[in-house]
């Protein structure tokens, strides 16, 4: 076991000190792959939890008409509550938002002696933001309701945003892994032409095909966990970089949820690119590895 051991191997290192160009090649072009892909992975990761920490990306303000009573703001709350697409409903009273305004208003104009304007508020956070404007325009339709405020636009600009880069993200990455893919099956295939005379040896002293073709597998594993590793490491060292430089133009982003946690992405990338390398590898030896 040991000897057949030591024996793949020898023959995945050889493979690999072959042909140091094909696999420099075959190992840049999965590494260039699973970077863009981990930079889509790792900024819609960011987006979608930017989404979720925002309330006001999932909230609208539901600002009920002055000559409504308590209980029939209480009520209303109650049907939304019903609602399957919302999933909390929080009222304001006119009183405490009357002195919410005082208090913020305090150092610049005296609100003591004014009767309040105010009306009751409802504030409604639906279940996705994609349902925001379907559930505003249903609650303005009530006859207690004066008026509805929602983030539609910056919604729709987040959502565009983050579809923009899943589908830029999705496409270029899924090319660039085709490349990838194709450059390592072709550095496999040449690597199995040039040692045929090698293969037929081993057939004649007794190797099963399965020894024979492992350590091109192993060869195109190799190939993508190391393309994976770097890819990882330059996505993470980039992701930094960004990150520093945008939060010192716009403070405010350093607010926002933590993105993807550098262990899924260290992690991740490397395996994907073993997958990867060793499925191709797989393709190859299955069409031209015979006994």
Known sequence: MMDRLRFVLLET????????????????TACVALMLLGGAGMALYKLDAAAQALPSQFEAEVFLKTSATREQALELKAQLENMPEIV??????????W????QKL???VNLADLPNPLPDKLTVRVRSPELLPAVSEQIAQSPLVDEVIDSRQELKTVLAISHLV????LGAGGMLLLAALVL??????LTIFSRQREVRVMALVGATLRSIRL?????????????????????????AFLSDYLIHQWPFLNDLPPGLPP????MGLPTLGAFMGGLCAWWATQRYVHI
């Not at 002195?99 to 005082?102: A, C, D």
């Not at 195109?220 to 990882?232: E, I, S």
């Not at 262990?263 to 260290?266: A, E, H, K, L, P």
């Open 13 to 28: 290192w050889e493979s690999l000190t072959r042909n140091a160009t094909m696999q420099a090649a075959a190992i840049t």
């Open 215 to 239: 350590p091109f597998v192993l060869e195109g594993m190799v190939q993508g966990a190391v393309g994976g590793a770097l890819a990882a490491t330059l996505t993470l060292l980039v992701a």
């Open 166 to 169: 899943r589908w830029i993200g």
């Open 88 to 97: 909390r409903v929080t009222l304001t009273p006119r009183e405490v938002a």
């Open 184 to 189: 390592i099956y072709n550095t496999v295939r």
């Open 106 to 108: 305090e150092d610049r």
């Open 99 to 102: 002195e919410q305004e005082k």
């Open 263 to 266: 262990s899924t992405v260290i």
